[in-house]
């Protein structure tokens, strides 16, 4: 029997045939994602649903949809996805990541345009017959300092468009490296010079708990007066009432907006302010980019559904059905490895190298690394993928290489990742033992052997006696249970660490106190994904 998809959002027709074509029974009902009654009837007959951002793949929905094998979702955002419900039952949710990038781009340097000559107004003036061309007074772009925080692959094209126009640029983004900002063409800054410089400051980062009020009432006072601001990103990035009260003071000379804290947008304490230029979410609303990513997902669907080739996904690696069995685990140690090391790194990324020793030399490394690069820089960038992972890593022109040899040690096969920053270099390794389970054998060259539990934290410090009594001593006062501790140092003395599996996170005052004594360098919080 054919498998079947439900299109329950607009997609163009083409999309539509390309299911077709490639033998995928399709119905296609673009009202339907506003009829969650109706959605939630019928979703148990299709193997595949396709949508944009009006169906909301819930919970309810996902619990009904007995034998839904993949959501695909024509676009970049799956905030209307229930990814952990999907995991749980198996869905896997693919994305088309890229198809919106110059789309995006485009929609903020247009509104960075309007904002700059005041042209919504001027229009709206005019056409009522008025000729109030005093009254337009704007500024030139050419020669400008623009900011842009966030330098990845939509606002990587917004720099080079900003060149382009002959502005200054000046990027904040973690993960940039100098010589990356250098081969751009921008200056590499800290979000505080960003902030004192710029004529012109445009967003461009995923919504995450560090990147959430990125501009808020602090951040705007820091802000050069007479600077406008552009988001095009995520709503909630921006305080809205700052920003309109900053407006109001006239410290910020305008904004343009296509995102918001709450939307639809039916009110904002932007709207009515002179000189803001607000568009209902536009950034992917072009015929190009809503063909391209509408083709995009039918085809990912339908290699999936009909050859079990799975890409841009979300919650699965790419890997194929034979290579599964085998290299399930050690995915899952991949991601992990790379998480501990994302959590624990603060300052940008320079270098990367991945050794593969004995067994894993011999496996799908490409998936592997993939797997690895994702739970790298999932910290900063929350809705990364396999697919997406390398290509961000490129784009943020970090050194990649990897190292294949000959079993060397005790263990069949393990994996070790080296991460080289501007202050220091710093390695984990880990292997997959009989239960199928990933394993931590080695932190910054001092072995170990330790479990990887949802919550856990990592510890440096320097080798004194009493320590693991005021680790234990700590923790306990602080209500945290201890599941297992492991140890290790390179010498007496010298070097140590332990890693703790505990059964929930700790609280930074717990943390705080840990760093308190004089002995511990480092005291941090990590989680991982091990279900």
């Known amino acids: 029997m054919a498998p079947r998809v439900l299109v329950s959002d607009e997609l163009s027709e083409t999309a539509v045939q390309i299911f077709r074509d490639r033998g995928v029974e399709v119905d296609f ?10 959605l939630a009837e019928i979703i148990g007959n299709y193997d595949g649903l396709a949508i944009r951002s009006a169906t909301k793949a819930t919970e309810k929905l996902i619990a009904v949809a007995t ?22 039952r198996g869905i896997i949710v693919m994305n088309t990541p890229f198809g919106n990038s110059i789309t995006t781009a485009e929609h903020a340097i247009a509104l960075m345009f309007a904002v700059a000559r005041q042209l919504p107004a001027a229009d709206a003036s005019t056409q009522a017959g008025k000729w109030e061309k005093s009254k337009f007074m704007g500024v030139e772009i050419t020669g400008k300092t623009l900011g842009v925080i966030g330098a990845g692959n939509i606002g990587g094209i917004v720099c080079k468009k900003a060149l382009g126009l002959g502005m200054h640029v000046l990027a904040y983004d973690p993960f940039l490296s100098a010589e990356r900002a250098q081969e751009m063409g921008v200056t590499k800054v800290e979000l505080d010079e960003l902030l004192a410089k710029a004529d012109f400051i445009t967003l461009h980062v995923p919504m995450t708990d560090k990147t959430r009020g990125i501009l808020g009432k602090e951040a705007l006072a820091k802000t050069k007066k007479g600077v406008r601001i552009i988001n095009c990103a995520r709503g909630g990035l921006v305080d809205e009432a700052a920003l309109a009260e900053a407006i109001k003071s006239g410290h910020v000379a305008g904004a343009g907006f296509d995102v918001f ?6 009110e904002s304490p932007l709207f009515g302010l002179p000189n803001v230029v607000c568009t209902p979410h536009l950034g992917a609303s072009t015929t190009e980019a809503q063909e391209n990513v509408a083709l995009q997902v039918a085809e990912q669907m339908s290699d999936y559904l009909v050859k ?3 890409s841009n996904a979300i ?12 290299l399930k685990p050690f995915i899952r140690l991949a991601d992990v490895l790379g998480a501990f090391a994302g959590q624990v790194t603060e300052s940008p990324i320079k270098e990367i190298e991945i050794l593969y020793d004995g067994s894993t030399a011999d496996m799908n ?24 992972a390398p290509i961000m890593v490129k784009e943020k022109g970090i050194v990649l290489s990897e190292v294949k ?6 263990y069949d096969g393990y994996i070790k990742l080296t991460v080289t920053t501007e202050n220091q270099t710093r390695s984990i390794a880990g292997t997959v033992f009989s239960d199928g389970k990933p394993r931590f054998i080695q932190i910054k060259g001092i072995n170990m052997d330790a479990d990887v539990g949802a919550n856990m934290v990592y510890i440096s410090n320097t080798d004194v006696p009493g320590m693991i009594g005021f680790m234990g001593t700590t923790l306990g006062e602080g209500g945290v249970n201890i599941a297992n501790f492991q140890l290790g140092r390179d010498k007496q003395g010298g070097d140590a660490i332990a890693l703790l599996y505990v059964d929930e996170p700790v609280k930074q005052e717990v943390l705080d106190k840990l760093t308190a004594h004089p002995a511990i360098r480092q005291a941090k919080p990590l989680t991982f994904n091990v279900d």
Do not use: F, H, W
């Open 29 to 38: 009902l673009p009202k339907l994602g506003k009829d969650k009654e109706k």
């Open 67 to 88: 034998n839904l094998k993949v959501i695909g979702r024509a676009g970049i955002g799956v905030d209307n996805v229930d990814i952990p419900a999907a995991s749980k």
């Open 261 to 266: 804290e709450v939307e639809p947008a039916t």
């Open 308 to 310: 079990g080739a799975v």
């Open 315 to 326: 919650n699965m690696p790419s890997i194929t059905a034979e290579e599964a069995p085998i």
């Open 365 to 388: 490394t490409r998936a592997l690394t993939s797997a690895l690069l994702a739970g790298l820089i999932r910290n900063q960038v929350q809705d990364v993928n396999m697919v997406s």
């Open 405 to 410: 040899r000959d079993k060397t040690g005790v």
